[in-house]
């Protein structure tokens, strides 16, 4: 996850605080709701001494005065965000937030930045074991970015807390999905990652009997990632029926060919590592086979075509150095699913 968290940017701040003002940022705004840090790491007030500029910090040294303007600490916030310097970019959030000229998508892109510099602080944390330290920076982060959902997602796979796990990696999936959120995508390469958690953390939890949230999984396309095999059903051992879960992802996949209007569709079998070649092979075809009939059940017009592959196609996994053996073992019992 450590280089995940690398795509820091200080292009975040889409507004320049020089933009015109627009209707209705004359007054005090709030940002959008997607605070996840306490209001004392946003609004510490200025020491008020002398108005001299504190130049070892790059932040004026007393509050602003009426005739402050907001394009006067545009350097400042630059420098301290390709410094990554958190605390100075905390106190000039204060200053900025008294100020009546300061657009709202400016403060918001101040926030984001401060927020990915959290992340990349707690990830870096998180990596080496130190969850409660990592889980501190987190909380000073101002906004809730798809960065800091990601590590908090982290934190609770190390203590296998997975349907906590697969609601912040789906929360992750949606800010990076939503431009007002993200206004530069990340590259696909770190999307696909977050997906795959997220995927992964999904299954576990259902296989743990925890409720889950929405299935993600059948996103067409996040904000240019789409992923060639989508996991649609799982399975328990020996298993090749569907149980109540199984049949409430095959009902989500029916209504995604539905709604799609997809001519053709393949659903590919898989099994874990347990038995014999020719045993796996039977076993994830069968499984593959369920879910067809599902789907025709169930309605769906699409031309099914159906593939087992056995063991022969284990998982890429993203998370696979904190799993279990059971759990890995679960992951590879699946049907995936490919739009032709």
């Excluded at 507004?15 to 209705?24: I, V």
């Excluded at 796996?280 to 017009?301: E, F, I, M, P, W």
């Amino acid at each position: 996850m450590k280089q995940l968290l690398t795509f820091f940017v200080v292009a975040l701040l889409t507004s320049s605080c020089s933009s015109s003002t627009e209707k209705g940022d004359s007054q005090p705004s709030q940002s959008r709701d997607r605070s996840v840090a306490p209001e004392s790491t946003r609004s510490n007030p200025l020491p008020q001494p002398v108005r001299k500029a504190d130049k070892s910090k790059g932040v004026p040294s007393s509050p602003p005065t009426n005739d402050a303007q907001c394009t006067n600490y545009e350097s400042q916030v630059k420098q301290a965000v390709q410094a990554n310097d958190l605390e100075t970019l905390e106190e000039l959030l204060a200053t900025l937030n008294r100020l009546l000229d300061c657009p709202v998508s400016y403060l918001d892109g101040v926030k984001r930045s401060m927020a990915q510099i959290a992340a990349a602080k707690a990830d870096s944390l998180t990596q080496q074991g130190q969850l409660a330290e990592a889980k501190s920076w987190l909380k000073r982060a101002p906004t809730m970015v798809w960065g800091t959902q990601v590590v908090y997602g982290d934190i609770a796979a190390r203590r296998q807390q997975w349907q906590m796990t697969a609601r912040y990696y789906n929360q992750a999936l949606d800010l990076i999905a939503d431009p007002q959120a993200t206004p530069k995508a990340p590259p696909k390469a770190k999307t696909k990652k977050v997906y795959q958690l997220a995927s992964e953390a999904q299954v576990l939890a259902a296989n743990s009997n925890a409720p889950v949230g929405p299935n993600y999984m059948m996103f067409g396309n996040v904000r240019g990632f789409a992923p060639e095999k989508r996991p649609v059903v799982h399975f328990g051992y020996g298993k090749m029926t569907l149980d109540e879960k199984g049949k409430k992802s095959a009902q989500q996949l029916a209504s995604y060919l539905k709604t799609q209007n997809v001519a053709q569709v393949t659903l590919i079998g898989h099994s874990d590592s347990t038995g014999s070649h020719a045993a796996c092979d039977s076993v994830s075809k069968k499984r593959a086979y369920a879910v067809k009939n599902y789907l025709l059940k169930a309605g769906v017009t699409t031309q099914i075509r159906v593939i087992g592959k056995g063991k022969r196609e284990p998982p890429q996994l993203a998370n696979r150095a904190i799993y279990t053996q059971d759990e890995i073992n679960a992951l590879n019992r699946r049907v995936e699913f490919t739009v032709n």
